[in-house]
């Protein structure tokens, strides 16, 4: 069974500055895609970005982007240029590339600071 | 374009009763998911539904049911209500075909047991 790590419970940043959310997986399956999620007190689920195992240059969102290391099994998301919206707790999610379950990280509760 | 409608938005049940809850997806969105929100279990995987048959299910007891309807959209049901099963229940949904963009989530049903 695959399972996701996300070892950051809470993080803050200043407005305006960078911000990097760490996730690891593990998995014996060679293709499979990876998500972000953010999660605002709204309570809806909001896909942040998505990256495909067997692409190797790494996802870009506007200020969002990722670090996909596939040998390490990490796949962190870097936020730029943090805006007070971005507050909201973050998840990582895998899914196999058969599948239709997504398996969530623990979530890392994000604060931007003005 | 609509999103994912979950109703109700909010459930107080006391234990022992069941309660149904309903998720319209997105149209032409024809996988529609439930997933289990808590703070101390985190995002659990219920159930995927396709086409009016289960294609997935997760580790939950037979107490969770769900079933999809002909127009996609999607119940769940949960039988003989316990104190645990507060939570914030999530839809989620997608269109099926040759890319993966991810699915779309409502704003969930939170369900309090009392």
């Known amino acids: 069974a695959q399972t996701v790590t996300q070892s950051q419970p809470e993080m803050s940043v200043q407005e305006a500055e960078t911000v990097t959310l760490s996730c690891t997986y593990d998995?014996?399956?060679?293709?499979?895609?990876l998500f972000w999620y953010k999660q605002p007190p709204s309570r809806q689920m909001i896909l942040v970005i998505r990256?495909?195992?067997?692409?190797?240059q790494n996802a870009t969102e506007n200020r969002f982007s990722v670090n996909f290391q596939k040998a390490a099994k990490s796949f962190s998301l870097k936020i730029s240029d943090s805006q007070l919206g971005d507050t909201a707790m973050y998840f990582c999610?895998?899914?196999?590339?058969?599948?239709?379950?997504?398996?969530f990280g623990e979530g890392t509760q994000l604060t931007v600071n003005p | 374009k609509a999103g994912v409608t979950q109703t109700p938005r909010y459930l107080i049940k006391t234990r022992g009763q069941q309660v149904t809850l309903s998720c319209s997806p997105i149209?032409?969105?024809?996988?529609v998911s439930w997933y289990q929100q808590t703070p101390g279990q985190g995002l659990q995987f219920l159930f995927e539904?396709?086409?009016?048959?289960?294609?997935n299910k997760g580790n939950f007891p037979g107490r969770f049911s769900g079933r999809q309807f002909s127009n996609s959209r999607s119940e769940m049901n949960v039988s003989t209500l316990e104190l645990g099963d507060s939570a914030l229940y999530l839809c989620?949904?997608?269109?099926?075909?040759?890319?993966?963009?991810?699915?779309?989530f409502g704003s969930g049903t939170r369900l309090t047991v009392v």
């Open positions: 999610a895998f899914q196999e590339t058969s599948g239709s379950r997504l398996t």
């Open positions: 998995t014996s399956e060679n293709n499979y895609y």
């Open positions: 990256q495909e195992a067997y692409k190797q």
């Open positions: 149209s032409g969105h024809r996988s």
């Open positions: 539904y396709f086409s009016e048959t289960q294609r």
């Open positions: 989620a949904t997608k269109r099926e075909g040759t890319s993966n963009y991810g699915y779309t």
